[in-house]
């Protein structure tokens, strides 16, 4: 079974700019997750969508925001960026039932954004 | 609200020494816990979990015991080698919550 991919890997861009990250969940998985990882503030959450809904979401500003598809794929998007949003953001998918094996999840190798 | 706390790291052993990385975790409910593993330059992946109290999880010679009474999942493996250097999260899952709340991790360098 293929693992949780996203792309790109690694991505450089200038403040101001918009970027968007795509994830593909491991087939069968209906959620999919959003994390920030930084130095500073470790793992974050930032949403949680679950049959193309956004289930939940974390303390993040409106400049972030998701989408998931009907096969599952997700997409993040975070516009006007600053500086601050240099991080690895994370995915990660799950079946998304409402126990245990929830908190089992799969993580993709993140996408490493550096803003400039 | 639910909280995971895990003690600073680094924490730096020598190869063949004994690891222990502390847990605690604040939760409503009777949640479920879990290890994660982050190699450099990877994503985090599960190692070992439990989901009830006094289980034990174990994983690649890595084990965990759920203790409610002291509200704690300790990490131990009693022989660390250098491929085990890595950041190491403890997570639970509680209250019918669909989302882990994440420790902030420990970072544990192995040395030859």
């Known amino acids: 079974k293929a693992g949780v991919t996203q792309t790109p890997r690694y991505l450089i861009k200038t403040r101001g700019q918009q970027v968007t990250l795509s994830c593909s969940p491991i087939s069968g998985h209906r959620s999919v997750s959003w994390y920030q990882q930084t130095p500073g503030q470790g793992l974050q959450f930032l949403f949680e969508y679950f049959s193309e809904t956004q289930r939940n979401k974390g303390n993040f500003p409106g400049r972030f925001s998701g989408r998931q598809f009907s096969n599952s794929r997700s997409e993040m998007n975070v516009s006007t960026l600053e500086l601050g949003d240099s991080a690895l953001y994370l995915c990660?998918?799950?079946?998304?039932?409402?126990?245990?094996?929830?908190?089992?999840?799969?993580f993709g190798p993140g996408t490493r954004l550096t803003v400039l | 609200g639910n909280s995971v706390t895990q003690m600073e790291g680094p924490v730096t052993l020598s190869e063949e020494a004994f690891l222990t990385i502390n847990c605690t975790y604040t939760?409503?409910?009777?949640?479920?816990l879990f290890w994660y593993v982050q190699y450099p330059g990877e994503g985090l992946q599960l190692l070992l979990k439990a989901t009830k109290a006094d289980d034990k999880g174990s994983n690649k010679g890595f084990e965990a015991t759920y203790r409610k009474e002291t509200t704690s999942f300790h990490l131990e493996k009693g022989s660390v080698q250098v491929s085990d250097s890595a950041v190491y999260f403890c997570?639970?899952?509680?209250?019918?919550?669909?989302?882990?709340?994440f420790g902030r991790g420990t970072s544990l360098i192995v040395h030859p």
């Open positions: 939760a409503t409910g009777y949640p479920s």
């Open positions: 990660a998918s799950s079946l998304g039932h409402r126990d245990h094996r929830v908190g089992v999840q799969f």
């Open positions: 997570a639970l899952i509680s209250g019918g919550s669909y989302i882990p709340t």
